[in-house]
Nanobody
Framework: QVQLVESGGGLVQAGGSLRLSCAAS????????MAWYRQVPGKQRELVAG???????NYADSVKGRFTISRDNTKNALYLQMNNLKPEDTAVYYC????????????WGQGTQVTVSS
């Protein structure tokens, strides 16, 4: 059973930075795609950034130029560097990982709260 554990969330002032980490219980090399999502109460979970196993990233327009996603296969970890944070970035951030077999299995972490004060 795959376990993903996020850390690094917290309270920060607008303009500040945070680095989120997602630690996997085993090798992440087999995950074809890993991503960060976020969710605020009453809204759907939305994609923030994703990265393929070959290191190709994709970003939501709202975070382009401010957030950077990376993965370290040697440490079995996914990261999200968040700079120039805005109050609208406040949300619970979730790590997700896809493993492709006959189908695609998606695994989720439990989430970490990010709060940006104005």
């Amino acid at each position: 059973q795959v376990q993903l554990v996020e850390s690094g969330g917290g309270l920060v002032q607008a303009g500040g930075s945070l680095r989120l980490s997602c630690a996997a219980s085993g090798s992440i090399f087999g995950f074809s795609y890993m991503a960060w999502y976020r969710q605020v109460p009453g809204k759907q979970r939305e994609l923030v950034a994703g990265i393929t196993k070959y290191g190709t990233p994709n970003y939501a327009d709202s975070v382009k130029g401010r957030f950077t996603i990376s993965r370290d296969n040697t440490k079995n970890a996914l990261y999200l560097q968040m700079n120039n944070l805005k109050p609208e970035d406040t949300a619970v951030y979730y790590c997700a990982a896809d493993r492709m077999t006959v189908t695609t299995d998606r695994y989720w972490g439990q989430g970490t709260q990010v709060t940006v004060s104005s």
